[in-house]
Nanobody, 120 residues
Framework: QVQLVESGGGLVQAGGSLRLSCAAS????????MGWYRQAPGKQRELIARITSGRSTNYAESVKGRFTISRDNAKNTVYLQMNSLKPEDTAVYSCNAEVVTMSFRSLEVWGQGTLVTVSS
């Protein structure tokens, strides 16, 4: 009914940049918070950035000052600009959204994840 599709992951050298995108599609009335999570091998998934529909943001300390979350409400898309990447940023990155459907159902939706690998 509602899908999130991520793109933009890949392999990058330390110090480099990547931009992730996550587009929502389906029977969408509104989307409030959208967020990016990551899960590194052997570690728990962590929230790294979150943005409300009013574009208020918050970040994990580990990425503050290096990553920027933004969204285009008209396109139902959230972005994550990642700069000054470090090997410890290597993880599967997933987007998440709280969606209200056209039938007024509230759903929490996850994307399939995209792998980011940072080489030293």
């Amino acid at each position: 009914q509602v899908q999130l599709v991520e793109s933009g992951g890949g392999l990058v050298q330390a110090g480099g940049s990547l931009r992730l995108s996550c587009a929502a599609s389906g029977s969408i009335r509104s989307i409030n918070p959208m967020g990016w999570y990551r899960q590194a091998p052997g570690k728990q998934r962590e929230l790294i950035a979150r943005i409300t529909s009013g574009r208020s943001t918050n970040y994990a300390e580990s990425v503050k000052g290096r990553f920027t979350i933004s969204r285009d409400n008209a396109k139902n898309t959230v972005y994550l600009q990642m700069n000054s990447l470090k090997p410890e940023d290597t993880a599967v990155y997933s987007c998440n959204a709280e969606v209200v459907t056209m039938s007024f159902r509230s759903l929490e939706v996850w994307g399939q994840g995209t792998l980011v690998t940072v080489s030293s």
